[in-house]
């Protein structure tokens, strides 16, 4: 699998941003990003790193060398691999625990700092900042491409991409469904309260709902009733798409829940709801040859 950017990748990309292909983001920090402080300490879960190889790597790109987090079982051995797609705030710690809890399933979980190109986020403290000053200008090629980068590395450090899978929590859950219908390799993929509408622009030229129906692998949508950022009618009309593509994708809508339910270390965090939801992706994955 290529980690190269697409050859019409420039062409996707105005000057202005074409000209900071360059890393910024070369290292991970350690701790929350400073945008979702103070952190619910009495909520956050912390999952050690006993019997497991975790820690920062740098995975070869079209361009350079880009900062992931990885946890994977020490030892010899293949595991099946899963993408970790950061929320909008980079890999902190709480997307860091997510791939040590992944490891702790027998799973190479490995999340790559998306955004390195860009920006920091984790060390922006305003949200609206992070959104306009980074987000708005990470383009989907640039994420597509550096995930199958992390896909070429992890085959080359103890895993089976023959078992491929994908999760990824807000701004990652959108990523999942595109992802899904990018690589031909995946078995399946988890999405947690992505967007999946939008206005299409040069850099996110299509969105979930335009991809419904061609996704090579299924996709479980976990998603909260009261989440004003995802409107019901957006589900509605994924549902729609899924269903008229014969598509095998499931959306599980949790009434009464917020956006950012399985956020452990915010005032969003439904316990319930979101230890529900890991069951259903443990039996997503399982179900489907991850």
């Known amino acids: 699998m290529s980690t190269d950017l697409p050859a019409d990748f420039d062409s996707l990309v105005p000057g202005a941003i074409r000209s900071r292909r360059g890393f910024v983001v070369t290292m991970l920090g350690v701790g929350f990003a400073l945008a979702v402080q103070p952190v619910m300490a009495q909520s956050a879960i912390h999952t050690d790193d006993a019997g497991l190889l975790a820690g920062p790597v740098k995975v070869p790109t079209g361009d350079g060398e880009m900062v992931a987090y990885r946890a994977q079982p020490a030892g010899d051995g ?75 590395w992890a085959s080359e450090h103890g895993g089976d991409t023959a078992r491929l899978g994908i999760t990824g929590f807000c701004w990652g859950g959108r990523i999942v469904w595109l992802y899904a219908a990018h690589n031909p390799g995946l078995k399946a993929g988890v999405a947690w309260y992505g967007r999946l509408t939008g206005q299409a622009s040069a850099l996110t030229p299509k969105h979930p709902v335009d991809v419904a129906d061609s996704l090579h692998a299924p996709v479980l949508g976990l998603y909260g009733g009261a989440d004003q950022g995802i409107p019901p009618e ?57």
């Open 234 to 290: 957006t589900i509605a009309a994924m549902r729609e798409r899924l269903k008229a593509a014969g598509d095998a994708s499931v959306i599980h809508v949790y009434d009464d829940t917020p956006h950012a339910f399985h956020a452990d270390y915010r005032p969003s965090y439904r316990k319930e709801v979101a230890e529900d939801g890991w069951r259903r992706l443990r039996t997503w994955f399982r179900e489907h040859g991850v």
């Open 78 to 152: 293949r595991h099946p691999v899963i993408l970790v797609v950061q929320e909008i705030f980079g890999v902190h710690e709480h997307i860091a625990d997510v791939c040590r809890r992944l490891a702790k399933l027998g799973y190479l979980a490995i999340a790559p700092e998306l955004y390195a190109r860009q920006g920091d986020p984790r060390a922006l403290a305003n949200v609206q900042e992070i959104l306009t000053t980074i987000v708005a200008k990470v383009p989907d090629a640039q994420v597509l491409a550096d995930l199958d980068a992390c896909v070429a």
